[in-house]
């Protein structure tokens, strides 16, 4: 009996599941780590059943969003808190923050974020809209200046140290020695 749907090239398979591990991968799960969970979920869970190429590419997204949600909450639960750094904050906002909340594959984070926005300037607050949230009419915004592309990365540096205030020096020394960022405010 043939199959329904043609198999998923293994091409576009391998380079979908690259791509998803690396837009969820965060300071607590390595890409190559979440890659490895989502070559697991395929062939356990999809390449027996006869899906749809697209739904494939869907639901690897989908689970690469929960195993990277679950990993953090996990990694909160064993450190009693959560250390953001500005790659977890750029993700939250990019997937999590200007969404419906049934729809936001992180509650938590969108929490925090959201109350770290209030905290930002007017104009900071704009720019980071613009850049991450929902298209307005489905018009392409203008490009960004440089000095925009700057105060982008101010802004989510800055709502990493807002939400971080709690945290000692320590933890944010061993969580973000892999990014090579400074801290100036616990310097």
């Known amino acids: 009996m043939e199959s329904e749907h043609p198999a998923i090239d293994p091409a576009k398979l391998s380079s979908v599941i690259r791509n998803v591990a690396k837009k969820q991968s965060t300071d607590v799960m390595d890409p190559e780590d979440l890659e490895q969970?989502?070559?697991?979920?395929?062939?356990?869970?999809?390449?027996?059943?006869?899906?749809?190429?697209?739904?494939i590419v869907d639901l690897i997204k989908k689970q690469g969003v929960k195993v990277a949600r679950d990993e953090r909450i996990d990694y909160m639960q064993?450190?009693?808190?959560?250390?953001?750094?500005?790659?977890?904050v750029r993700t939250i906002l990019e997937?999590?923050?200007w969404v419906d909340a049934e729809d936001s594959p992180d509650i938590e984070g969108r929490i925090d974020v959201s109350r770290a926005l209030g905290e930002l300037e007017?104009?900071?607050?704009?720019?980071?809209?613009?850049?991450f949230g929902p298209l307005?009419?489905?018009?392409?915004?203008?490009?960004?200046?440089?000095?925009e592309h700057m105060r982008i990365?101010?802004?989510?540096?800055?709502?990493?140290?807002?939400?971080?205030?709690?945290?000692?020096?320590?933890?944010?020394?061993i969580d973000t020695a892999s990014e090579e960022l400074a801290y100036p405010a616990f310097a």
């Open 122 to 131: 007017t104009d900071e607050r704009f720019l980071l809209r613009r850049k």
């Open 37 to 55: 969970e989502l070559w697991v979920f395929y062939l356990e869970e999809l390449a027996p059943r006869d899906y749809p190429e697209g739904t």
């Open 136 to 147: 307005v009419d489905d018009i392409d915004p203008l490009p960004f200046s440089t000095t």
């Open 95 to 97: 997937d999590a923050v």
């Open 153 to 173: 990365e101010r802004a989510i540096d800055k709502i990493s140290m807002i939400l971080n205030r709690g945290a000692s020096r320590s933890e944010l020394d």
């Open 78 to 88: 064993f450190r009693g808190a959560f250390i953001y750094s500005p790659a977890v």
